[in-house]
């Protein structure tokens, strides 16, 4: 149960994407926000600023829907894991916090090529890769591995990027050919770690 007494009955709410991690903003949860959140599956919160509950989204689109949620060892913080509908900040940007670059586009890329699975077009580079098959798609890592191998070898260090770049890519793909994730994949790297 949540101890909403220590923060004159407001907690703090830190907004993760549930995919790459990335911290997208802080709020605050009042009892009725944390309800709320729990039954519709989108963040709500209690606007300071407001005083009035507001939910993620609500003008925008841009509604964080929650996967998960955590509560800390002295059950006055929430961690809510989401999948974020658009920008999470006003301004337009991913996160409400200026970092330079996204540190795990990789499985922003990831969630992005499910997508294109998910909502095929003809104009998408993956799909056109998914209608040739398995096969196909296999062919292609094999190519930009050895591209990669090349470059690392004989190139520059911008040729050996962008080979590199065009190799993870086109594995992400295949990985969802599988039905598999890079999730997949990092756990079980951890477990060859240990």
Not at 6 to 35: H, R, S
Not at 98 to 119: A, C, K, M, P
Request: glycine fraction near 6%; proline fraction near 2%; hydrophobic fraction near 35%.
């Amino acid at each position: 149960m949540l101890d909403f007494a220590k923060g004159d009955g407001l907690v703090p709410v830190i907004v993760q994407d549930e995919q790459t991690l990335e911290v997208l903003m802080l709020g605050y949860m009042n009892q009725e926000a944390w309800e709320k959140t729990q039954a519709e599956g989108r963040v709500t919160f209690y606007s300071r600023s407001k005083e009035r509950l507001w939910t993620k989204g609500e003008e925008s689109g841009h509604f964080l829907n929650v996967v998960s949620t955590h509560i800390d060892c002295d059950k006055d913080t929430i961690l809510i894991k989401v999948q974020p509908a658009g920008p999470t900040c006003h301004t337009g940007s991913r996160s409400c916090f200026n970092t330079e670059f996204n540190q795990n586009f990789l499985l922003q890329l990831e969630r992005i090529v499910h997508q294109r699975y998910d909502e095929p077009s003809e104009e998408s580079y993956v799909n056109r890769l998914r209608t040739r098959g398995i096969n196909k798609i296999a062919q292609k890592v094999g190519e930009e591995a050895v591209e990669t191998v090349i470059a690392a070898l004989a190139e520059t260090e911008t040729d050996f990027i962008n080979e590199s770049s065009d190799l993870l890519f086109h594995l992400i793909v295949l990985l969802r050919e599988k039905g598999l994730d890079l999730k997949t994949i990092a756990k079980n790297l951890e477990g060859r770690h240990q």
